[in-house]
């Protein structure tokens, strides 16, 4: 009589990634579902609550102790949680003992939006310019919960060609970025980095359609 053979398959690793507003959260949830990322898991931290970077920083750790993931980030625009260069410099030891990763965008998360366009030549400190941009390529767009439920549902597979693009012109960018305040403007490519290792190429074949 053969014996069956035990399934010896490893457990997947587990990501975590906590957003600091509610629009981020959806943006991401989007992306989860479009590149089939089954072991990433999105949060929006509580309102409110997690208003500083601090606050954000350990309500991340207490939910990757609680999930116990094997890496978790917590997402933050600069304006998000009113935070400056010095302050996310000071911050990185105390986000390792936490065993969280910082992913920023230095001023706003916009940022990642607008590297879909093209990396500008200087460093930006103010935003307004280059969302008037993005408010031009993406008729009705704004940061908002209710973009993102409404005309901006398909966005993230909307940019998705362009995420190769985008990765690059991030990384282009923090080189500007570092001359000019000491500290890259993103961490995207890094958590890009994570991503894909913890959770695999995206796999985008059941999105044939893109709802209008």
């Given at each position: ?5 035990k399934?010896?398959?490893e457990?997947?690793m ?5 957003c600091?507003t ?7 949830s ?5 590149c089939?990322y ?5 949060m929006?931290a509580?309102e409110?609550k997690?208003?500083?970077l ?11 102790s609680?999930?116990?993931f094997?890496?978790?980030?917590a997402?933050?625009g600069f304006?998000d949680?009113n935070?400056n260069?010095a302050q ?6 105390y986000?390792?003992k936490?065993k969280?990763k ?8 916009e940022l ?7 990396a ?6 103010d935003?307004?310019?280059l969302?008037?941009k993005l ?15 409404t ?8 940019l998705?060609p362009?995420?190769s ?13 570092l ?5 890259k ?8 980095e994570d ?18």
């Amino acid at each position: 009589m053969k014996t069956r053979k035990k399934n010896i398959t490893e457990p997947k690793m587990m990501l975590l990634l906590v957003c600091a507003t509610e629009a981020e959260a959806l943006y991401f949830s989007q992306m989860r579902k479009d590149c089939r990322y089954v072991n990433l898991t999105v949060m929006q931290a509580p309102e409110g609550k997690c208003n500083d970077l601090e606050s954000l920083i350990d309500y991340t750790g207490r939910q990757r102790s609680k999930g116990r993931f094997d890496s978790a980030w917590a997402l933050f625009g600069f304006d998000d949680v009113n935070t400056n260069v010095a302050q996310v410099k000071e911050m990185e030891e105390y986000s390792a003992k936490k065993k969280v990763k910082m992913l920023y965008f230095n001023p706003s998360f916009e940022l990642w939006f607008i590297m879909h366009l093209g990396a500008p030549a200087a460093f930006v400190s103010d935003i307004a310019p280059l969302r008037a941009k993005l408010e031009q390529a993406l008729p009705g767009y704004s940061l908002t919960p209710e973009y993102f439920l409404t005309k901006g549902l398909n966005m993230h597979i909307k940019l998705f060609p362009r995420h190769s693009t985008a990765d690059l012109n991030a990384r282009n960018y923090n080189n500007v970025a570092l001359a000019a305040t000491g500290l890259k403007a993103t961490t995207m490519p890094d958590f890009n980095e994570d991503l894909t290792a913890i959770c695999g190429l995206a796999d985008m074949s059941h999105n044939q359609k893109v709802r209008r």
